[in-house]
Nanobody, 122 residues
Framework: QVQLVESGGGLVQPGGSLRLSCAAS????????QGWYRQAPGKERELVAT???????NYADSVKGRFSISRDNAKNTVDLQMNALRPEDTAVYYC????????????????WGQGTQVTVSS
């Protein structure tokens, strides 16, 4: 079984910064793409940022230039540095990973973390 555990959420004033971290544990051979998604009240879950095992990144237009995603392949962790936060960034943030459980596995299995609340408010 694979678990993703997020940390780092909280309350921050507009213009402030937060850093989210996600650690994957369990029977993992390798992790392909890792990412962060968010879901605000009454809205659908949306992509925030993703990063491949090779380091290629992708960001939602709304966070480009403010957020930065990074990963440590050796530790199976992925971080999201969030700067210049806005009230509209308020949401539950979810960690996501596409995992290869064994060397012979020909497909990737998707896992989600439990979510961490980020609230941007004065």
């Amino acid at each position: 079984q694979v678990q993703l555990v997020e940390s780092g959420g909280g309350l921050v004033q507009p213009g402030g910064s937060l850093r989210l971290s996600c650690a994957a544990s369990g029977s993992i051979f390798s992790i392909d793409t890792q990412g962060w998604y968010r879901q605000a009240p009454g809205k659908e879950r949306e992509l925030v940022a993703t990063i491949t095992s090779g380091g290629n990144t992708n960001y939602a237009d709304s966070v480009k230039g403010r957020f930065s995603i990074s990963r440590d392949n050796a530790k199976n962790t992925v971080d999201l540095q969030m700067n210049a936060l806005r009230p509209e960034d308020t949401a539950v943030y979810y960690c996501n990973a596409l995992v290869r459980l064994t060397q012979s596995m020909t497909y990737l299995r998707q896992y989600w973390g439990q979510g961490t609340q980020v609230t941007v408010s004065s």
